[in-house]
């Protein structure tokens, strides 16, 4: 397949759809930039829904409007894409179209219950892994269990990202605070405690809804 042709946008030139895909604190002045540079659609792929929907709401009114966030790094497409669709239309159908061809699980959801969910799948998620790679001393080979293991390769997963991404990921989305003081809790339990909040933890465990 070829690679796609990139080259700067001529000053006030405009196209069939605009997409914005910058980092997320960034998206705002973005798509107020680029979104009256769209003839039919514009779409954001930064990360957080509430914001960038708003923003095309306010400056492209008239135009379809989607948001997706690609819940996988490139390399490792398919995976989730859930979708808000606040402006139906024939580009963003193609788009969302497009995605389930490439085998790619593209599901629609709300601004509130996507930006609520990524309080736990990434602020709360990346949160509790960094801070077992702070934590965790090297250990000879031949020691780790199956959970240790598991959770030591998730560490290397997250350690190859960027860390400027994943500090914007901390700034938009509340849940570390909830790690926090869940380990606090953890470290100062006295035995029964422990116990009882182990029992807890597998009671009320996360489940898919």
Do not use: W
């Amino acid at each position: 397949m070829d690679r796609p042709r990139t080259r700067v946008a001529e000053p006030g030139e405009r196209f069939d759809a605009a997409c914005i895909a910058v980092p997320i604190p960034a998206a705002e002045a973005a798509i107020a930039t680029h979104a009256p540079r769209a003839r039919e659609a514009v779409f954001d792929l930064t990360g957080t829904m509430e914001q960038p929907v708003a923003a095309m709401r306010e400056h492209a009114p008239d135009r379809e409007r989607l948001s997706l966030h690609p819940l996988f790094s490139p390399g490792n497409e398919p995976g989730n894409v859930p979708v808000v669709i606040d402006g139906d239309g024939p580009v963003g159908r193609t788009v969302t179209e497009t995605l389930a061809d490439r085998g790619n699980n593209v599901f629609e959801t709300t601004v509130e219950e996507h930006d609520r969910a990524m309080e736990t799948v990434q602020a709360r998620t990346h949160a509790a892994v960094l801070a077992y790679a702070i934590a965790a001393e090297p250990i000879p080979e031949g020691f780790h269990t199956p959970v240790s293991e598991r959770l030591a390769a998730t560490a290397d997963g997250l350690l190859d990202g960027t860390p400027q991404v994943y500090a914007d990921i901390q700034a938009a989305f509340d849940g570390a605070e909830d790690v926090a003081a869940a380990v606090e809790e953890i470290a100062t339990a006295d035995r029964e405690h422990f116990e009882g909040l182990y029992e807890r933890a597998g009671r009320d465990r996360p489940r898919e809804k």
